[in-house]
C-alpha cells in the first residue's frame, strides 16, 4: 500500500534560521511526487513536482529534493511569510493523490 | 481570471439534511476532484472525475454523491447517510495527462449543528 509520511508534524523556527522538512513515502513504481502549501481556512497551492530521484527544484526561499525513499523541503533564510502548513503528496495511478498529514511551520520574527 | 470557485464559504447542516457544495472551474480541465480534510490530517479522496458524464469513487465515498454534468462544474451532495460530515471539502481540477498537478480551490468548511 502507497503512503506517505511527513516529519516533523509542527516546526517553529527564528526568521532566517534554516531548516528541512521531510516526506517519507513507500510506493510501488514513483510516478511522481507533489509538495504544496496550505495557508489556514485556504486551499493548498502547488508548489513543485518531482518525478526521480536526484531531482532538484527551487523557488525563492524553497528548494525539494527528492531520493528514492523521500523528499525533502529545505527552506532557507526563512520570513514569516513562509508559516505555513507544507503537504507532499504520491501520485497514484489515474492521478489520485496520496497525501501526508503535513508539516505546519511558524516562522517568527 | 482562470481558477476554481467553491461556493459556499461556510455551510450549516442539520442532522438528516442533504446539502449541495458547489465547484466550478474555468481553467478547461478535464479532470475534477473532491478531498475532504479534517484537522491534523492530510486530503483524503472522495470522487473524482476524468470526462463528463463519468466519476469514480475515491477512498471514502460512502455518504457522499456526485455528478458531471459539464466539464465546469462537478457538484458534490453530503447526504444524510455521511454519519460525520463536519471537516473542510476541498474541489481541485487538472488536465488529463499523466503526472500534472492538481489546483485547489479556496475550500467549503461544512459544519453539522
Known amino acids: 500500500e502507497d503512503q506517505v509520511t511527513q516529519s516533523p508534524e509542527a516546526l517553529r523556527l527564528q526568521e532566517g534560521e534554516s531548516s528541512s522538512l521531510n516526506c517519507s513515502y513507500t510506493?510501488?513504481?514513483?510516478?511522481?511526487l507533489f509538495w504544496y502549501r496550505q495557508d489556514p481556512g485556504k486551499g493548498p497551492e502547488f508548489l513543485f513536482t518531482?518525478?526521480?530521484a536526484g531531482e532538484e527544484k527551487e523557488k525563492e526561499r524553497l528548494k525539494a529534493t527528492l531520493t528514492k525513499k523521500e523528499s525533502f523541503l529545505h527552506i532557507t533564510a526563512p520570513k514569516p511569510e513562509d508559516s505555513a502548513t507544507y503537504l507532499c503528496?504520491?501520485?497514484?495511478?489515474?492521478?489520485?493523490?496520496?497525501f501526508g498529514q503535513g508539516t505546519r511551520l511558524t516562522i517568527n520574527p | 481570471d482562470g481558477g476554481i470557485t467553491q461556493s459556499p464559504k461556510y455551510l450549516f447542516r442539520k442532522e438528516g439534511q442533504n446539502v449541495t457544495l458547489s465547484c466550478e472551474q474555468n481553467?478547461?480541465?478535464?479532470?475534477m476532484y473532491w478531498y475532504r480534510q479534517d484537522p491534523g490530517q492530510g486530503l483524503r479522496l472522495i470522487y473524482y472525475?476524468?470526462?463528463?458524464?463519468?466519476?469514480q469513487k475515491g477512498d471514502i465515498a460512502e455518504g457522499y454523491s456526485v455528478s458531471r454534468e459539464k466539464k465546469e462544474s462537478f457538484p458534490l451532495t453530503v447526504t444524510s447517510a455521511q454519519k460525520n460530515p463536519t471537516a473542510f471539502y476541498l474541489c481541485?481540477?487538472?488536465?488529463?495527462?499523466?503526472?500534472?498537478?492538481?489546483?485547489f480551490g479556496p475550500g467549503t468548511r461544512l459544519t453539522v449543528l
Open positions: 481553467l478547461n480541465h478535464d479532470a
Open positions: 481541485a481540477s487538472s488536465l488529463v495527462a499523466d503526472n500534472n498537478e492538481q489546483f
Open positions: 518531482l518525478y526521480s
Open positions: 503528496a504520491l501520485i497514484q495511478g489515474a492521478q489520485k493523490l496520496v
Open positions: 510506493v510501488s513504481g514513483l510516478r511522481g
Open positions: 472525475s476524468q470526462i463528463v458524464n463519468d466519476f
